[in-house]
Nanobody, 113 residues
Framework: VQLQASGGGLVQTGGSLRLSCAASGSIFRINDMGWYRQVPGKQRELVALITSGGSTKYADSVKGRFIISRDNAKNTVYLQMNSLKPEDTGVYYC????????WGQGTLVTVSS
């Protein structure tokens, strides 16, 4: 099983990025999918998650700016990030929770001021 994340990059404050994460391989019944963010010197934090039924949860710091969605047929989760701020900078890791939790390789998002 592999999770392939893409879409990170460098953007100016106020800009937008869209992250994608596709799961491939033999995964039986994915439940939650989502994104964590890792900043040097800090614990990895949950940014957003979406259940198989479409319910969502966001970190307070991204509510109203980020939108998480998923395509169950493609086992893919997306994170639309708008109105980006320098504090959104970090490595974003996607995950997929089935019987076990699978992790993507991380994609770097850098927001310049």
């Amino acid at each position: 099983v592999q999770l392939q994340a893409s879409g990170g990059g460098l953007v100016q404050t106020g800009g937008s990025l869209r992250l994608s994460c596709a799961a491939s391989g033999s995964i039986f019944r994915i439940n939650d999918m989502g994104w964590y963010r890792q900043v040097p010197g800090k614990q990895r934090e949950l940014v957003a998650l979406i259940t198989s039924g479409g319910s969502t949860k966001y970190a307070d710091s991204v509510k109203g700016r980020f939108i998480i969605s998923r395509d169950n047929a493609k086992n893919t989760v997306y994170l639309q990030m708008n109105s980006l701020k320098p504090e959104d900078t970090g490595v974003y890791y996607c995950y997929a929770k089935a019987v076990v939790v699978y992790w993507g390789q991380g994609t770097l998002v850098t927001v310049s001021s």
